[in-house]
Nanobody, 128 residues
């Protein structure tokens, strides 16, 4: 059984930075696609960033390109989401997800229903 634990959320002023962490147990990220998603109050869960199991492919949602970076520390079996130049619109609960149900990263990396495992989420609040 895979368990994912997010951390690093908090309250930050607009223009500030946060780094979210997602630590996995039960399986290594080198064998799993990982995705970061977020959900704001009253809105659907949306894709933020994804990384293939090899680490060689990363993808980002258009509104956060150039501001957020997904990375992985294999020794710690932890995936990070570095968030810079934060905006009030980035306020949401951020979730880490891992292991696509199907074999195709390119068609499924941004689809929350395709991930088998989810963390509990970490709150990010950006004040103006």
């Amino acid at each position: 059984q895979v368990q994912l634990v997010e951390s690093g959320g908090g309250l930050v002023q607009a223009g500030g930075s946060l780094r979210l962490s997602c630590a996995a147990s039960g399986r290594t990220f080198s064998t799993m696609t990982v995705g970061w998603f977020r959900q704001a109050p009253g809105k659907e869960r949306e894709f933020v960033a994804g990384m293939s199991s090899s680490g060689g492919r990363t993808n980002y949602e258009d509104s956060i390109k150039g501001r957020f970076t997904i990375s992985r520390d294999s020794a710690k079996n932890t995936v990070y989401l570095q968030m810079n130049s934060l905006e009030p619109e980035d306020t949401a609960v951020y979730y880490c997800a891992a292991l696509l149900r199907g074999p195709n990263y390119y068609s499924d990396y941004n689809r929350p229903g395709q991930y088998a495992y989810w963390g509990q989420g970490t709150q990010v609040a950006v004040s103006s």
